[in-house]
């Protein structure tokens, strides 16, 4: 299926009664948003129906929406929000009774541990799983510097629930690596990863009951537009739930789908879609009205 280009949202907005959107790299890089989208879903909340946020943050919602705010994005753009976190509760939970929990990632993420009855204490050589929402230090670790002690994990059988899939995101100039890229690196040791984020159905399924309780009525996917910036997440997870996408081609893959000039190319964008198997129905540079 070859990919129609869109000048705006507004040219489908009749199409569709909601929209799940991505956050990083669609409405923001990390440092500011971008007024475009920001208006885009604001818009398309005031005069079509409800925006649900979907995120691969290993942050709970209440999080995201205080970095939003942070960011000057409000819910006049958005109806729910729903996180990666979110969905990785329930499965810390279903671990929690196995023993304690080796944490990897750095302390602004511990907010995904509140109200949980989990034993934090674990270590690669006492843990009985693994919680992972990140590096340590995202700016300076390498994936090389976790290597040794997943070796020793991998060897012990030990789950790795990673709390965000995504493998790398834009943060203002720089590409950051994510929990995903240590769950790639684990699973490349022997190790067993669990995910319920982005492109995994856990996630989707807190976002149409989100999209139910604003409704109240039962999602219709045939009217859910889909919009995200990543393909191993949002594209592919689009594609598993049948939803049309409007896949945002200036985000994190900007570089393998523009040309010399800073156009989108229509055969190098359908190259990259290929690399995954992946189709959107629409694509777009960046998310405008």
């Known amino acids: 299926m070859s990919s129609t280009l869109l000048n705006g949202l507004s040219e489908i907005s009749s199409d569709y009664e909601a ?73 810390l939970r279903d671990y929690a009774p196995t023993g304690s929990a080796w944490v990897v990632g750095p302390d602004r993420d511990k907010a995904l541990y509140d109200g949980l009855d989990i034993d934090l204490s ?26 040794a002690a997943f070796k020793i994990a991998a060897a012990r059988k030990l789950p790795f629930v990673c709390a965000n899939p995504d493998r790398i995101v834009q943060r203002g100039d720089q590409i950051i690596l994510c929990a995903g890229s240590l769950a790639d690196l684990y699973m490349s040791l022997g190790g067993e990863a669990i995910m319920a984020g982005k492109p995994y159905a856990p996630i989707y399924d807190l976002c149409y009951q989100a999209l139910e309780k604003t409704t109240g009525k039962p999602a219709d996917k045939s009217r859910i537009l889909a919009i995200g910036d990543g393909l191993p997440t949002d594209v592919l997870g689009a594609n598993g739930q049948g939803l049309d996408l409007v896949f945002v081609a200036a985000g994190i893959h900007a570089t393998e789908a523009t040309n010399d ?16 198997k992946a189709q959107a129905r629409y694509v777009t540079r960046a998310l405008s009205w």
């Open 122 to 147: 674990g270590t690669p050589e006492t843990a009985a799983f693994i919680s992972c929402t990140g590096l340590y230090d995202d700016e300076t670790d390498q994936l090389s510097d976790y290597q």
């Open 261 to 276: 000039l800073g156009e989108l190319d229509a055969r190098l964008l359908a190259k990259v879609l290929e690399t995954q």
């Open 19 to 91: 929209v799940f959107c991505d956050i990083w790299g669609v409405i923001h890089n990390g440092k500011q948003h971008f007024p475009a989208a920001y208006e885009a879903l604001r818009r398309f909340k005031a005069e079509r129906g409800p925006v649900v946020l979907i995120s691969n943050s290993p942050r709970p919602r209440e999080g995201l929406e205080k970095q939003l705010n942070d960011l000057g994005v409000f819910d006049d753009a958005y109806s729910a929000i729903v996180s990666s976190g979110d969905a990785t509760r329930q499965f």
